[in-house]
């Protein structure tokens, strides 16, 4: 995308992005093997709907095509993609990251691990998300078409 003038957007919060999902495993590791005592219970439940939101990541993954990366990448007077979840919402992508951030954690019952790395998700999303759509909606037709939509969640706005 970048032979074709494309850029890349809020890099500065990139590092620490990674940096939290590193330590998110890390932190899982240490929480289920160091520190638990006893076994832990696995869930079919839990993981089932852990199979599900990698489904869910698959179709977001599949949606966007070439368009997908981890970073901020614009590409300007590009078309938004309005295929598969983003015809719903405007980023099913971040809703499965937060579903793993609980799910894996519950599977193992690392309830520390969950809690630290849910708030860091938060933080981090809170930073990139505004940084995302205003330079979408700058530099494409994100501000219009999506402007109906959730941003987790398939809500359509009036």
């Known amino acids: 995308m970048k032979k074709q003038g494309a850029y890349e957007a809020g890099q500065s919060h990139y590092k620490w992005m990674v940096s939290m999902h590193a330590a998110f495993f890390a932190a899982l590791f240490t929480e289920v093997y160091v520190l638990n ?26 949606s966007l095509g070439k368009y997908w990366n981890t970073k901020i990448i614009v590409l300007p007077n590009a078309k938004v993609v309005l295929r598969g979840p983003y015809r719903f919402m405007k980023h099913p992508n971040y809703t499965v990251v937060a579903a793993e951030l609980v799910l894996v954690p519950l599977m193992f019952q690392a309830y520390w691990t969950l809690a630290i790395f849910s708030v860091f998700n938060l933080c981090i ?15 494409t037709n994100y501000g219009e078409v999506m402007q109906n ?10």
């Open 149 to 158: 939509r959730g941003r987790f969640f398939p809500v359509k706005k009036p």
């Open 37 to 62: 005592d006893g076994m832990y219970h696995f869930s079919f439940l839990l993981f089932s709907f852990f199979v599900l939101v990698q489904l869910a990541r698959i179709w977001a993954i599949s």
């Open 125 to 139: 999303l809170a930073v990139r998300i505004p940084l995302e759509e205003q330079a979408l909606t700058n530099e």
